[in-house]
């Protein structure tokens, strides 16, 4: 080596060094978040889990529409659609060029394909009610899909764009749970049971490439492990974070975002409307006004969540306030109970599921409960045993829930539900709401079903259950609310 | 060399140990057989029609009478498979290997940890039996033995990881993350489980110790003019291995078995927390296949431990 | 006099005083919340400081010890209700009845003992009662293993070689010669078992499977203490203490009892 050719080096060397100082690395491409839950199996088409969702809705999984972060139905791989005028059929006009991960071409075959599975009598799909309004799917050619309704269905479109509705590979459905292939920005890479699941940005993406490349979803239950995970840099972002308790300790710290969002989780004390003394209007009211709703939300959720006076979201454009029909009145809750003949109160009980705010919950209401005279004795239940007695047997008195899934209000017209609530008139509401396409009149609507629920008081409405997001400062694009369970990761980028 | 007496008598605890197994199996299916809640339901969720977890029912086989399941199984088990998941959908052997990836690691960690200290302890204050070093270590050893290993454990991470940061809270990146930030997230969990062991095992060593210091050939030892040091170590220690070995034994398999609270403290993910989650999703085929392999380790344990007596002292009468 | 003994002696007392006292007084309702109060450290109002629903810790764990106690209790109880008995036929009948009972102690023996609690639990749902039945069954090996080897002993002896050529029966002979021999044993190895029983239901309750609330319960204060450990760790440390004392105290009472009662000594 001469001593230009050595010195021409240096300079390089050098010169790298400074471009390398003055020129940062490219932003950061990779993403490490934290869930609390670890899903059973991958397949949204087959569970129930909402970690499941969380995991591959809208990054390996899409379905003709899509929920976007403020709850609205999108075009996804239905790049647009035509409605008949009697609203009972529906042509979607698919995307041309998308690919499974897998290699496999996608078409009209595989919308049918799905679609069929999934309403098909032996189908373990967990939410069969989506598909229920379906009369047939047929394929016109392979980029055409028509649907034909049985009735006009207000919520069709909602419907598809549930993670349980989303479009899978003829070739690859029966795999899914364990090597989930679809046609998302993200590919599958791996799953190390108990630890994480690992996904990569998919090569040949239909759509907009994410600026993301590398996403690892990693599963923390415990609330410490939580924080300590975030704060060690571990994890950059905890979409749903699970220690209420310690996010001022975030909200201090600059190097973290807090973003308190909503969910679509409706918590309530519910009630056993079939068994006395539950079914005596008054007593429901009673208990209503038996519940100091602000300190449940302070006791066990540290002051995050929001109070609601019926069974529906706060953010929801149709919203109603009737936090102030059943106020916090111990005195006119004991004046009731004495007018349905429980002067003295009664004893019952209360079933608790596992969840934190269920079980710290449960023991604030118990205590607001006993010093009206009701004594309500607290059993500890396992989820197993919940579906079981109370869900499914409806063995219980009282029991507290939050109920996740968007759109539920039905719930209270359904006879076999596990409230045992009967209202004729409000059952007329929810037919007239499923039979009205979005708009002012289903609005309207919607505000009737809330005021009738708030007044036949079948079940103490306690809170919105919140999402508490917490990421590094510098992450942008994750969503802020939780329209459906999901963290949809084709928007995230990291800041410059 | 094993004597023949020896070798039957191994013989006879290998077949009731095998014995034990059939038993214990009968005992295990039954048993879930009763419990309640329906996996189908539970794998379902809320919004389930009754038809689609009839449907998951019979993909799941619990529609089949409950003699068939049961030979069914066992039939499998014995040729090595243990059947799929429920929940995971994948081989139960596979789970099981993949957990005892960290319970097995984790509870030789904490074993060779808690003889580290408790034999050197047992030995120093054997030697000062009776004097005030003793009766120090026994004082802090009864402390030992009292504090619940998971409330030690709180300590442990309120000191070592909320407050100095040196290790994580909790959690375990798996090995393929390399072999030092895994050692690192087991470190406190074995310190946890490792002192109330410990504390045990000294005791134990000790006594032992002092039992075999009165006996004869150490007294003709010591009238040779062997030093106590080299009594203790050359005569006494060997001799005190039987006591030792096993509290060793049943404290190996408690630790694979019973590690459920420290795992749940730790957030691990190793086989008390498969099983513990595997009784409350309901995936009973998991639990009947870890309950059997744990069963199966502690009978193997304690064959261990009766063929491990024979060689430390071959002129050993038989316990029963 | 020895010191074991005395010390164990003196704790236990205190523990069973406090949880007596309890009844009758505790510095606030140990169930009343207060969420005003919350997560306020150790004070003069509050000794122990307070809970997450503003409870006062010291209350909580005076009435907690009564759950403690009932609940090992009562399975030292079961064990010793059902092994002694079991020992004791073993060691008298022998044969296949005793090959039998020492093999199904080693089933029970072979069982992961925490597992089948949780199972247990599983079954009929948490409760004390559940805690107890799974404490208590691993109880009956124990004392079924110490009997029968005491038992053994105490028959190969002279004195019962002598009751026996007077034509005594072995039901009598148990009665009147065994049983009062091996009884400090029986008393010492109780007094072991309970003190392993306060351990194991604290184990149970932290994991969600003992007494549910609103009745404290020092494991569960425990399990809640957990997620607080960054912001209040007062309320892991009062509970954990109170289970080591106890404990501590059980066993010194135990090893003091032993030396006392040993005839050796």
């Known amino acids: 080596m001469t001593f230009a050719t050595a010195r021409r080096y240096a300079f390089l060397a050098l010169a790298a060094l400074f471009l390398g100082a003055a020129n940062p690395a490219t932003a950061r491409s990779d993403l490490t978040l934290a869930m609390v839950l670890e899903p059973p199996h991958l397949d949204p088409t087959a569970g129930a889990a909402g970690a499941i969702d969380e995991i591959v809705y809208a990054n390996i999984f899409e379905g003709l529409t899509r929920i976007g972060a403020n709850g609205e139905a999108q075009p996804a791989l239905a790049k647009n659609w035509d409605i008949s005028p009697d609203r009972k059929t529906y042509t979607f006009h698919l995307h041309q060029g998308v690919k499974f991960h897998d290699g496999a071409a996608f078409d009209a075959n595989d919308v049918k394909f799905s679609l069929d599975r999934a309403r098909a009598p032996d189908s373990t799909n967990a939410q069969k009610g989506l598909f229920e309004a379906i009369d047939q799917v047929e394929v016109i050619d392979p980029a055409t899909v028509k649907v ?51 996904l990569a940005r998919s090569s040949d993406y239909w759509g907009a490439k994410p600026a ?51 969910t679509e989780g409706e918590t309530i004390l519910s009630e056993n409307n079939a068994r006395p003394p539950f079914d005596n209007p008054k007593v429901r009211e009673a208990i209503a006004h038996a519940i100091d709703r602000k300190a449940v939300i302070d006791g066990a959720m540290f002051g995050f969540g929001t109070q609601i006076g019926s069974f529906f979201p706060p953010h929801h454009p149709a919203y109603v306030d009737l936090t102030g029909e059943r106020k916090y009145d111990p005195e006119l809750a004991k004046k009731l109970l004495a007018e349905a003949g429980y002067l003295d109160g009664f004893k019952t009980t209360l079933k608790l599921p596992p969840p934190v705010y269920a079980r710290r919950g449960g023991e604030i209401i118990a205590a607001q409960l006993r010093s009206v005279g009701i004594e309500a004795q607290i059993i500890l239940v396992e989820w197993a045993q919940w579906l079981e007695q109370v869900f499914k047997s409806r063995d219980y008195d009282l029991t507290i829930i939050s109920h996740t899934e968007p759109n539920d209000l039905n719930i209270f017209a359904r006879d ?15 037919a007239e709401i499923s039979a009205t396409p979005d708009g002012e009149k289903r609005n309207a609507l919607y505000g009737e079903a809330q005021k009738t629920l708030s007044a036949g008081a079948p079940v103490a409405f306690l809170m919105q259950f919140p999402k508490i997001g917490i990421w590094d400062a510098k992450l942008e694009g994750l969503w802020k609310n939780y329209p459906i369970p999901a963290n949809d990761l084709t928007a995230v980028k990291w800041a410059e | 060399m094993l004597s023949p007496s020896i070798l039957s008598h191994l013989l006879t605890r290998l077949a009731t140990s095998l014995l034990t197994l059939v038993f214990a199996s009968l005992v295990v299916f039954s048993t879930l057989e009763i419990l309640p809640g329906d996996p189908a339901r539970l794998m379902l969720g809320l919004g389930a029609s009754e038809d ?68 050197p302890v047992g030995l120093f204050a054997a030697a000062r039996r009776g004097r005030a070093p003793d009766s120090a270590i026994m004082g802090v050893t009864q402390l030992g033995v009292a504090i619940p290993n998971f409330w030690f454990a709180l300590l442990l991470v309120y000191v070592f990881a909320v407050t100095l940061r040196l290790v994580p809270a909790g959690g375990f990146p798996g090995w393929s993350a390399g072999i030092f930030p ?22 134990v060593t000790r006594s032992a110790l002092i039992e075999t210091l009165s006996q004869d050939y150490i007294r003709t030892a010591r009238a040779k003019g062997l030093t106590q040091t080299a009594i203790l170590r050359r005569h006494a220690l060997p001799n005190a291995m039987i006591p030792v070995l096993t509290i060793l034994g049943l404290q190996f398999s408690f630790l694979l078995a019973g590690t459920v609270i420290i795992e749940n403290v730790f957030y691990l993910p190793g086989l008390g927390r498969l099983i513990f989650q595997a009784i409350t999703q309901r995936d009973l085929i998991v639990v009947e296949g870890v309950i059997m392999v744990l069963v199966a380790a502690v009978l193997l344990v304690n064959l261990i431990v009766d063929l491990a007596y024979a060689f430390v002292d071959p002129r050993l009468d038989i316990p029963r | 006099m020895n010191r074991s003994l005395i010390i164990g002696l003196t704790i236990t007392l205190l523990v069973a005083g406090m949880a007596l006292l309890s009844y009758a007084w505790t510095p606030y309702d140990a169930t009343a919340i207060d969420i005003a109060a919350k997560l306020q450290g150790p004070s003069a109002a509050h000794w122990f400081g307070t809970d997450h629903f503003g409870r006062d810790i010291l209350s909580m764990i005076m009435v907690g010890s009564r759950n403690s106690i009932a609940v090992a209790l009562v399975a030292v109880g079961i064990g010793a209700g059902i092994g002694i008995p079991l020992g004791l036929v073993a060691a008298t009948r022998g044969g296949w009845l005793d090959e039998m009972l020492m093999r199904f102690n080693d089933l029970v023996f072979a069982f992961p003992a925490l597992i089948t609690a949780i199972m247990i639990t599983a079954i009929f749902g948490p409760g004390a009662i559940n805690a107890i039945i799974a404490i208590g069954i691993f109880n009956i090996p124990v004392f079924a293993r110490v009997t029968r080897g005491a038992a053994l002993s105490i028959l190969s002896r002279e004195f019962i070689l002598a009751a026996k050529a007077i034509g005594k029966s072995s039901g009598g002979i148990t009665i009147d010669h065994v049983l009062p021999n091996i009884a400090s044993l029986l008393i010492v190895q109780a007094t072991i078992q309970f003190a392993l029983g306060i351990l194991a239901e604290a184990g149970l309750s932290y994991l969600g499977l003992g007494a549910p609330p609103p009745n ?30 106890t404990v501590l105290g059980l066993n010194l009472l135990g090893d003091g009892l032993r030396d006392v009662l040993d005839p050796r000594n």
């Open chain 1, 148 to 198: 034909t309704l049985k009735h006009p269905s207000g919520d069709f479109l909602y419907s598809l764009g549930w993670g349980d509705a989303v479009i899978v590979g003829r070739t690859s459905a029966a795999t899914n749970k364990e090597k989930p292939i679809g046609t998302g920005p993200f590919k599958f890479q791996n799953w190390a049971k108990g630890s994480q699941v690992a």
């Open chain 1, 212 to 262: 993301l490349d590398k996403a690892t979803f990693r599963f923390i239950p415990d609330p410490a492990a939580a924080s300590a995970a975030l704060l060690a840099g571990d994890i950059q972002a905890f979409p749903s974070f699970p220690a209420p308790e310690s996010v001022p300790q975030f909200q201090a710290d600059p190097r973290f975002k807090v973003e308190i969002g909503t």
């Open chain 1, 416 to 430: 076999d539900y596990y409230f045992n609530y009967r209202n004729p008139a409000f059952k007329t509401l929810i």
């Open chain 2, 52 to 119: 689609a977890i009839a449907a998951l029912r019979g993909q799941m086989g619990l529609n089949q009478p409950i003699i068939l399941r049961y030979l069914t199984w066992a039939g499998h088990m014995l040729t090595g498979d243990f059947g799929r998941s429920y929940t995971y959908a994948v081989p139960v052997r596979d789970l099981i290997a993949e957990r005892l990836a960290v319970s097995l690691p984790l509870a030789l960690m904490a074993l060779t940890l808690s003889m580290a200290i408790a034999i």
């Open chain 2, 182 to 203: 895994a050692f690192k997230s087991l470190l406190l969990p074995a310190i946890a489980l490792a002192l109330p062991q410990a504390a045990i095992l000294a005791r």
């Open chain 3, 216 to 245: 404290p319960s020092w494991g569960r204060m425990l399990f809640e203490a957990q997620t607080m450990i960054g912001i209040a760790p007062h309320m892991a440390l009062f509970p954990g203490l109170a289970i080591v004392i």
